[in-house]
């Protein structure tokens, strides 16, 4: 099931708590910059969320990268003509 987010993962799921889920997103910022090193003292319900945070975070990045590089490269392109 996808969420707004996109990362399939809920707020509401059992065992979740709103507050934690702040921090995982904020964590997992930090992690996608490469600001932090992936932390090794989370449970394996938190790296999991974790992962999929920071995966969909890399994943957006990536894919507006290629799109701003095809645009750009489009209307380059079209100029030329």
Do not use: F, H
Request: one cysteine or more; a positive charge; glycine letters at 4%.
């Amino acid at each position: 099931m996808k969420t707004r987010d996109g990362t399939g993962l809920r707020a509401d799921a059992p065992g979740t708590d709103p507050a934690a889920l702040l921090d995982v997103d904020r964590l997992a910022r930090l992690v996608a910059n490469g600001e932090v090193c992936w932390p090794d003292d989370v449970s394996p319900q938190t790296a999991r969320l974790l992962a999929a945070r920071v995966n969909t975070l890399r994943r957006d990045r990536l894919v507006s990268l290629i799109a701003k590089t095809l645009a750009k490269d489009l209307l380059s392109t079209k100029m030329e003509k």
